[in-house]
Nanobody, 126 residues
């Protein structure tokens, strides 16, 4: 499912942003959707995934309590509300169209078995 991300920008530490991931020309109400991010020189990492029917969400530890993922199937859009942003959150954020998580060994792993959006830059200044 083609998707388009928006909502990135430059914000100061402690600020907020809301990212949007909108399906283009299709729907993804039967898919688990997620957000990943990639900082310069680092691997892409999972941030949050949200399920389909029950809207159950999983979060990477460093964003728990600060980020909230939600979906509006009527608008074919998934959101990532990011509060209390810190410089370590600086990255390109990507929407993932088939996000799955696997918990083992005390760690939650994120996978995307679907497509990626083009990404949106989030920069948090100190």
């Amino acid at each position: 499912v083609p998707v388009v991300e928006s909502g990135g920008g430059l914000v100061q530490t402690g600020g907020s942003l809301r990212l949007s991931c909108a399906a283009s020309g299709s729907t993804f109400d039967d898919s688990a959707i997620g957000w990943f991010r990639q900082a310069p020189g680092k691997e892409r990492e999972g941030v949050a995934c949200i399920g389909t029917n029950d809207g159950r969400a999983n979060y990477e530890n460093s964003v728990k309590g600060r980020f909230t993922i939600s979906r509006d199937n009527a608008k074919n859009t998934v959101y990532l509300q990011m509060n209390f942003l810190i410089p370590e959150d600086t990255a390109v954020y990507y929407c993932a169209t088939n996000c799955q998580t696997y918990y083992t060994g005390g760690y939650l792993y994120f996978f995307n078995f679907g497509s990626w959006g083009q990404g949106t830059q989030v920069t948090v200044s100190s």
